[in-house]
Structures are given as structure tokens and as C-alpha cells.
Nanobody
């Protein structure tokens, strides 16, 4: 029912910036929380950041001060602005929609988009 489509991934040089977009369709968007996760080769998928319907945000320490999550409820989109990128940021990045606004359960995942940061 809910589909999340990501765009904006690609190759960027160390120190550069990249902006990811997740577009939601087929369900309720404005009243639920959204998040960004990533998974590097050989690593577990990790939470990077999330945002509630009201705009409250959380960031894990590894991206705090470098990444920014935002949402546009009118367009049913969520963005991840990534600055000061490092090679260790290389991973597949996933958009997630939570079941509600409590951030306790994920309802849908995006397909994932590759972000590669070169030295």
C-alpha cells in the first residue's frame, strides 16, 4: 500500500555533499514519522536520523552536525542533506516510514540507494 521511492544517491568526493530524497505514495504520510537508515557491507543496518510528523528530530552521534533530515508534507517527501561526507559514510541508504508517530515500528522501507564517498 505504501511505497517509498528514493533518489539522489551516487558518487561524491570526500568532504562533499549529497542530498537524498524519499517520495512516499499510496498511504498516509503527514501523520507518521519518517527515518533514514544505512547499511555498509558486513555491517548491520543502523538508524541515522528520524523526524516526527511535527518536525521533531533525532540524530545518531556519527552523523550529528553533518546530516540534516527534513520533510515536506505538502509533497509527501523527506530529505537527507549530507555534508562533510567521509569514506566511512559509504553505504546503502534506506528511507523508512514508521507505523505511526511513536517511532516504535517500521511499516515500509524504501528500495535503498547507494552512496559512495571517494577518498
Amino acid at each position: 500500500q505504501v511505497q517509498l521511492v528514493e533518489s539522489g544517491g551516487g558518487l561524491v568526493q570526500s568532504g562533499g555533499s549529497l542530498r537524498l530524497t524519499c517520495a512516499a505514495s499510496g498511504g498516509i504520510f503527514s501523520s507518521v514519522a519518517m527515518g533514514w537508515y544505512r547499511q555498509a557491507p558486513g555491517k548491520q543496518r543502523e538508524l541515522l536520523t528520524d523526524i516526527t510528523s511535527g518536525g521533531s528530530t533525532y540524530y545518531t552521534d556519527s552523523v550529528k552536525g553533518r546530516f540534516t533530515i527534513s520533510r515536506d508534507n505538502a509533497k509527501n517527501t523527506v530529505h537527507l542533506q549530507m555534508n562533510s561526507l567521509k569514506p566511512e559514510d559509504t553505504a546503502v541508504y534506506y528511507c523508512a516510514q514508521y507505523r505511526d508517530n511513536t517511532l516504535l515500528s517500521i511499516k515500509s522501507w524504501g528500495q535503498g540507494t547507494q552512496v559512495t564517498v571517494s577518498s
